[in-house]
């Protein structure tokens, strides 16, 4: 077998992570993320059966990686993500990232960067012969993730509401304007996507708003589920309708990177803006009043801006992701899923307006945000899966 080749074998499919290591852009971070989901099935148990499975985790990741590293015939080939995915929940022991999914976020990043830094002593343990080499370099990372996040959690949750939803929405804009910036640095995007990026969320924008005001006027008396329903679908055919156009407009072939910064620009342009305008345009006195009162107990008001924005990104990378291959593939059927997630999350989000929903009431938001969440998480993972579909 050579390297080329994928491994057709059980054990090779797991080595790449049930196939994530194949993603052609950042497949340890590929990787990574399917330990998110390890980590959210582990973290409602106790503390002790936490370590215990996190131990099992890398026994079992020792072997699979060890296959892999016998398959490949460079080290730690990049292919092989299963360290990555089975060792991820070490970064999350103990830590409530349920009840706090920005510690989930933070852990997630961390991790990630410490991976490519290689803190003490990653470096020596790679070097070890086989699979106990490519997955104690993990190990490390995420020990020193778990660290410095548990450190952090410690400090930031002494901090009154004010200050903790300040510090989380500059953490979301710092990540907003950083990530369109590293697809450019770090996987060759051409930059030039990213301003196409922009403008497509602002002309979708031009053409959302005036579109649903019609669309608010013609059925005012129509019951609130179809209105809020058009106005859904209002807005997915407007800015994805859009996004589809300018892909047509500029025409050429695209890199995988172009894609995923041009589907990635139009979320953080959404975000960047946004947190533009909350800075510039301040609630009255007697919201801001109800709001410390409600941050102050839930944690999912405090950092509601952090939570609602990382879904919305991820919504936005993968729907638009999916029309963008709808294009360059000529598959139309690849923009069916980001239409219907489109039209049913902006249409819960109408509907929510109709009924004058309280997003400042913690239950409802956190089902509501659960929802978006999943949606979002399957737009993005379609969009992982096929993104080879643009070379």
């Known amino acids: 077998m050579t390297g080329g080749d ?3 074998t059980f054990a090779g499919w797991l080595a790449s ?18 330990g998110v989901l390890l980590s959210l099935a582990l973290s409602g148990w106790p503390i002790r ?48 990232i349920r009840q706090h999914p920005g510690l989930l976020a933070a852990a997630f990043v ?9 803190p003490f002593p990653a470096q020596a343990v790679e070097s070890l012969p086989g699979g106990v080499g490519v997955v104690m370099d993990d190990v490390v990372a995420n020990a020193w993730a778990l660290l410095l996040v548990s450190l952090g959690w410690r400090w930031f949750r002494r901090l009154p509401a004010a200050a903790g939803y300040g ?52 059925l005012a008396q129509r019951s609130p589920g179809l209105q809020a329903g058009m106005l859904g679908m209002v807005s997915g055919l407007s800015e994805l309708g859009i996004a589809v156009a300018i892909l047509f407009w500029v025409g050429g072939d695209l890199s995988v990177a172009d894609v995923l910064l041009y589907a990635t620009a139009a979320g953080s342009m959404e975000t960047l803006a946004l947190g ?13 009043r109800r709001w410390r009162q409600v941050a102050e107990r ?3 008001v405090r950092h509601m801006f952090l939570i609602e924005r990382s879904i919305a990104l991820a919504g936005h990378v993968g729907s638009r992701g999916l029309v963008s291959l709808a294009v360059v593939t000529g598959n139309a059927w690849l923009a069916l899923p980001a239409l219907a997630g489109f039209i049913l999350t902006d249409g819960l989000a109408a509907h929510r307006d109709i009924m004058g929903q309280d997003w400042m009431d913690p239950a409802w938001f956190r089902r ?22 643009a070379d």
């Open 298 to 300: 839930s944690a999912w």
């Open 368 to 389: 509501m945000m659960g929802l978006f969440a999943a949606v979002a998480a399957i737009e993005l993972g379609l969009f992982a899966l096929l993104l080879p579909l």
């Open 17 to 34: 992570g049930f196939g994530l290591g194949h993603v052609p852009l950042l497949p340890g971070t590929a990787g990574a993320l399917g």
């Open 167 to 218: 510090v989380s929405m500059a953490a979301t804009l710092g990540a907003a304007a950083a990530l369109p910036l590293g697809i450019i640095a770090f996987g060759g995007a051409a930059p030039a996507w990213l301003g196409y990026g922009a403008l497509a969320w602002l002309a979708g924008l031009a053409v959302k708003l005036p579109l649903a005001a019609v669309t608010g006027v013609l």
């Open 276 to 288: 533009a305008w909350s800075l510039l345009v301040r609630p009255d006195a007697d919201t801001v």
């Open 49 to 96: 059966k936490q370590v215990l499975a996190g131990a099992v985790l890398v026994a079992i990741a020792v072997p699979i990686a060890g296959y892999g590293a016998r398959a490949f015939p460079e080290h730690d080939d990049a292919r092989i993500v299963a360290d990555e995915l089975l060792t991820f929940p070490v970064a999350t022991l103990g830590l409530p």
């Open 110 to 118: 961390t991790s990630r960067v410490l991976d490519g830094l290689k």
């Open 6 to 8: 994928a491994l057709p």
